[in-house]
């Protein structure tokens, strides 16, 4: 509804259909007015320029608009217009709106501009000032108006302003505005009619003092003309005066009376102007509510400016003032508990928070971590797999060497053997040399003495001269013989020097040769210890596969050839295992402070839930509060609505005594005229009033008094109730304040319940995460079992092959072999030699002591051996200790054919024992899963095993070279023969075929192959949990971010103080960095899911066998169960 105020001089009508509209009227201003004037630039109707003033104006098509334009194009409410003193406003219902050549929504109207709606286009003007006429009162009413019109018109402008976009909303105000225009409208009525009935009645208050007036100047006329001369009596003049003395009683009535009116005409002039005043402060505090509060807060502000007309409502005021006063205080309490419980939460958020960090730091540092394992495991793989190339290449050379040595050790066995016969050939010349120089000496010396003798008996014995010459000549013959003999035997004895040299010499390369295997064969043991470190790292949970495979390669060896690689595989084996004992242990120990932590966390996380619950309780109890809160403000509206009724009765009943107040003076001024005029026209002689006169002016005095008093007495309530109506004002602002704090209070309380519900969802899914893992787990235990049956029946296999092994050396062992006693000496000192590459010495030669072994390591690898099924090392090898000695002690032929050669190893599995099963008690020791009995198993056995390493091994001392024979000299002897036993050469060992070391190079590859398939699979489990792990913390923490920021910028509100819209616009950029970063996290989790399947798709189809039917029963666990 419109305001519509009439103005006699001015009349436009716009709506034929509905009559007039009545612009502003202006009585008794003397200001200008402007408006704006439409001319029709292009229209199909018949269209005047129209002039519009200051108000508000809908244009359509529609009959209820005020300006009507009936035309195809033109919407039912196009636009409205509002046009006030400084600008117009157009509000656009309709998209055809233009203004000039561009779409309005809303806008300002300037001179010159083109309005087009739809076909019609219209030209806006300004229109010129005009002068309104002048009264005699000042126009109170008409400036209230204008300023009420004036600031319901900014209110328009600036709540189409504020909610241009909310059409609804637009009409509920306009709906509201209409209702406080038409209860103005009517206020600004009644003042009229009141203003009216003053003129009226100063009107005939005026007409009443004329009277008089021209009644006194008449009698004055009277008074002064001659008359003829009488008697006088005394008693027409006494009531002449007394007449004259009532009417100037009744001019002084009347001259109090008109002043009276001029002090209410004053008064009410003030009236007007306080009316106009707080219509100005109404529009003001109307527009700050309308744009606070909404519709219920202006609809209350109309209602509290017709609560001030109310003067029985006081009572009820003060009541409502310290019930609100009560409740104000009861929400000061309850803000300050919210505020504590708002400490309380932002301590316990800083805390979630410091703890999400932590975590979060946490679950970085191990991402980082696992990213670098992931790394070194993938590099460690390759290097692997190069190393498994390089070590099958260096396997099959060394192989080929070890073949080439034993060749080389069977021709340094012929050449010693031939070397033997020849150092005893040599030693029975020298003695036969030695013979011979006695003998030689032994002549000499009887030469000498029959050459004395000669020359003693010279000159006696002429005649045997010739005969002595003879045997001198003899003798030189002999003494040539000799001397070429001897020649000959030293000769041969540098041969045999030299032999002896080169024999040295071969001897030395060989102990080269032995030394570089040895070498090459430590370097070996390094690489194989550096590789099995390499593989400790490749697979967390399923390593028993890549732990056995290589001893089960080691026992996959069934030749001969092979048992020196066997010995050494074993011994490399027992140092692999020892430091695999003590990753597992402290891997173990690693797992069970996993597992403590995993405990401590499950525990705080408990509490965490357990707080929760405790301030979703208090939540709860708030809701109650704010739902009873809730109520009683209800309550309270249904008391202000039914005391807003009471104020409107009342008001009526007001209006009604204004009426009978305004009839009793009307009633009175009757009187007084009726008084007047019956005293203008009686006759002086009849001046005199009557005693009913006399009673009626008193009585007109009596209500005159009234009237006063009434009068003063309305206004003392006007201003009462106008104090009280502010106080009521300062109250609902402070009312509004602390619900506005309230619903702040709940919408954050809401925000803190929606965060505990995430963080509950958070701590359930760790829950299920973790019970998916201890699944995990599970499943990985058992895989991990049904590869130890695999394991196991391999180990089977190979021991039904070494039983094989052992039928084959007890059918060579019952070949014995012997060497001749005159070479004993020279095998004793070949023996450190073949003590060096681990061979037996003959059974005949006396027993050869074998490297000492330590007590410490030979217990673990029977401990091992027992541990994997295989029978007992020392019970082998004092077997193998036992057999020789046995044999030494049966006598044996001179020649016997030589044993093939035969490695250590190869006797300590000679007899092996067939795979029995532990007893339970072992098993269960292993396998029970008692921590404390593994973990003290492994600590002893990590103890002998460290302990064995640190003891050094006896090694054979180097042979020295037999000591050269000094010269000798020559005795003229005859040579004898010299025997030389015959020699056997010794069998060749027997080779593995091709296609034994290619079936044992497939299993191995088998074996290698299903540990890295196990491993990967494994790892890409483990990250994409992981990965899943930090994406929820990510989220939720990006969460916490958000919630921090809304926090943080509803904080000044609440709490007071400056704005935080920086560290807002920080918190809410790491949270918007953090949403960004699990976004990145998610795509990254969907790809680790295509690379599984993957994998999943590409493993191979052939599947482990497992004998479950043995893991079921007591005692069949393996002591590797524990892994």
Not at 118 to 146: F, W
Not at 751 to 763: G, Y
Request: hydrophobic content about 35%.
């Amino acid at each position: 509804m419109t305001v519509n105020v009439s103005r006699p001089t001015e009349i436009t009508s716009l709506n034929p259909d509905r009559g007039s509209r009545r612009h502003r009227g202006d009585q008794g201003t003397t200001g200008e007015t402007h408006g704006v004037r439409l001319t029709a630039v292009r229209s199909s109707l018949n269209w005047k320029p129209r002039d519009l003033t200051a108000g508000r104006y809908t244009l359509g098509s529609a009959d209820d608009c005020d300006i009507v334009l009936p035309e195809q194009g033109v919407a039912a409410r196009h636009c409205t217009l509002m046009v006030g003193d400084r600008q117009t406003i157009i509000k656009a219902w309709s998209p055809l709106t233009w203004i000039n050549d561009g779409v309005v929504s809303e806008g300002t109207l300037r001179p010159g501009d083109r309005l087009i709606l739809g076909p019609i286009e219209l030209k806006v003007e300004v229109v010129p000032a005009r002068n309104a006429s002048h009264l005699t009162y000042p126009a109170a009413a008409a400036d209230l108006q204008e300023l009420l019109a004036s600031s319901w018109q900014s209110d328009d402008v600036s709540t189409f302003e504020q909610n241009s976009a909310d059409k609804r909303r637009h009409f509920q105000l306009e709906e509201l505005l209409a209702d406080v225009q038409k209860t103005l409208d009517e206020v600004l009525e009644r003042e009229k009619v009141i203003r009216d009935r003053l003129s009226h009645e100063q009107l005939i208050l005026a007409q009443r003092a004329e009277e008089l007036s021209r009644q006194w100047q008449a009698f004055e006329v009277t008074r002064a003309q001659p008359t003829a001369p009488a008697v006088p009596d005394n008693s027409l003049l006494e009531k002449l005066d007394q007449q004259q003395r009532d009417v100037r009683h009744t001019m002084s009535l009347l001259d109090e009376r008109h002043a009276e009116l001029a002090a209410r005409s004053t008064t009410l002039v003030r009236n007007h102007r306080s009316l106009k005043q707080l219509g100005h402060e109404l529009s003001a505090r109307g527009a700050a509510l309308d744009a606070q509060h909404g519709d219920l807060e202006s609809r209350e502000s109309n209602l509290r400016s017709l609560v001030a007309r109310n003067d029985a409502q006081q009572r009820q005021l003060k009541s409502r003032q310290t019930d609100l006063e009560r409740r104000e205080e009861l929400a000061r309490q309850q803000l300050a508990q919210v505020g504590e419980q708002q400490k309380k939460l932002d301590a316990k958020l800083r805390a979630a928070e410091e703890d999400q960090k932590h975590w979060t730091h946490k679950c970085r540092s191990r991402e980082r971590l696992l990213d670098e394992l992931e790394s070194t495991i993938t590099a460690r793989m390759q290097d692997v797999e190069r190393e498994e190339g390089r070590l099958t290449v260096l396997r099959s050379q060394l192989a080929e060497e070890q073949f080439a040595l034993k060749s080389a050790i069977t021709q340094f066995e012929t050449q010693q053997a031939d070397l033997k016969s020849l150092a005893a050939d040599a030693t029975l010349e020298r003695c036969r040399l030695a013979d011979e120089r006695t003998e030689l000496a032994a002549s000499r010396s009887q030469l000498e003495s029959d050459k004395s003798e000669h020359e003693q008996r010279t000159l006696g014995f002429q005649t045997r001269e010739d005969a002595l010459q003879t045997w001198e000549a003899e003798r030189t013959g002999h003494v040539d013989a000799f001397q070429a003999r001897e020649e000959a035997l030293a000769a041969r004895e540098s041969e045999l020097q030299s032999n002896e040299l080169a024999l040295m010499e071969r001897q030395d390369g060989i102990s080269e040769q032995l030394q570089q295997l040895t070498a090459r064969r430590e370097e070996l043991q390094l690489r194989e210890i550096e590789l099995q470190k390499r593989e400790q790292a490749f697979a967390l949970r399923e390593e028993a596969p890549a732990n056995v495979a290589p001893l089960a390669a080691v026992v996959e060896v069934p030749s001969d050839s092979a048992a020196v690689q066997l010995h050494e595989e074993l011994e490399r084996q027992q140092q692999e295992l020892s430091a695999r004992h003590e990753q597992l242990t402290s891997e173990m120990t690693e797992l069970a402070l996993q597992k403590a932590e995993i405990e401590k966390s499950r525990e705080e996380l408990e509490l965490r839930e357990a707080q929760f619950d405790v301030e979703m309780q208090n939540l709860a109890r708030l809701r109650g509060e704010i739902a009873a809160e809730r109520q009683r403000d209800a309550y309270e509206r249904e008391q202000l609505q039914q005391q807003r009724t009471l104020i409107s009765r009342d008001q009526n009943e007001l209006q009604a005594r204004e009426q009978a107040l305004e009839a009793l003076q009307l009633d009175l001024n009757q009187r007084e005229e009726a008084v007047r005029f019956a005293a203008a026209t009686t006759p002086p002689a009849e001046t005199a009033p009557t005693p009913e006169e006399s009673a009626a002016l008193a009585e007109i005095e009596e209500s005159r008094q009234k009237l006063a008093d009434e009068r003063q007495q309305l206004e003392r309530l006007k201003a009462q109730i106008s104090a009280e109506r502010m106080s009521l004002e300062q109250r609902q602002s402070d009312m509004q304040h602390a619900g506005g704090k309230l619903r702040e209070e709940r919408e954050r309380l809401l925000s803190l319940q929606a965060e505990i519900v995430s963080q509950q969802a958070a701590i359930e899914e760790q829950e299920h995460e973790l019970e998916r893992r201890s699944g995990e787990l599970d499943r990985d235990r058992a895989d991990l079992i049904e590869t130890r049956n695999e394991l196991r029946q391999k180990l089977a296999e190979l021991q039904s092959e070494r039983e094989e092994l052992a039928e084959r050396a007890r059918q060579n062992e019952a070949r014995p072999i012997s060497l001749s006693s005159n070479v004993e000496a020279v095998e004793q000192a070949a023996t450190p030699y073949q003590s060096d590459v681990e061979e037996p010495v003959a059974e005949s030669i006396p027993a050869v002591e074998e490297p000492a072994e330590d007590a410490a390591a030979l217990k673990i690898r029977n401990e091992l051996a027992s541990m994997f099924g295989l029978s007992s090392l020392s019970t082998s090898r004092s077997e193998s200790v036992e057999r020789p000695a046995a044999r030494a002690s049966v006598p044996e032929p001179s020649y016997r054919e030589p044993e093939p050669q035969r490695s250590e190893p190869e006797r300590r599995y000679e007899r092996p024992e067939p795979v029995r099963e532990e007893p339970a008690a072992t098993s269960s020791s292993h396998a029970g899963g008692d921590d404390e009995s593994v973990e003290s198993y492994m600590k002893r056995l990590l103890a002998r095993t460290r302990g064995s390493s640190t003891e050094e091994k006896p090694g054979a001392a180097p042979a020295s070279p037999p000591p050269k024979p000094a010269p000798v000299p020559v005795v003229v002897a005859q040579p004898e023969p010299i025997e030389v036993a015959p020699v056997v050469p010794p069998k060749k060992v027997r080779k593995m075929n091709h296609i034994e070391r290619e079936s044992i190079r497939a299993d191995l590859h088998s074996f290698r192959e299903l540990a890295n398939h196990s491993a990967r699979a494994a790892v890409a489990k483990s990250k994409a949990t992981q990965k899943s792990s930090i994406l929820r913390s990510m989220l939720m923490l990006s969460g916490i971010g958000w919630i921090t920021a809304a926090g943080l910028l509803a904080a000044p509100t609440l709490l007071g103080g400056e704005p935080m819209l920086t560290e807002a616009l920080a918190v809410g950029g790491v949270s918007g960095l953090l949403s960004l970063m699990a976004g990145l996290r998610v795509w990254e989790i969907k790809r680790m899911a295509k690379i599984t399947r993957r994998q999943a798709e590409t493993a191979p189809a052939e599947s482990v066998a497992p004998a479950a039917e043995d893991e079921t029963r007591p005692g069949n666990e393996s002591p590797l169960s524990f892994l």
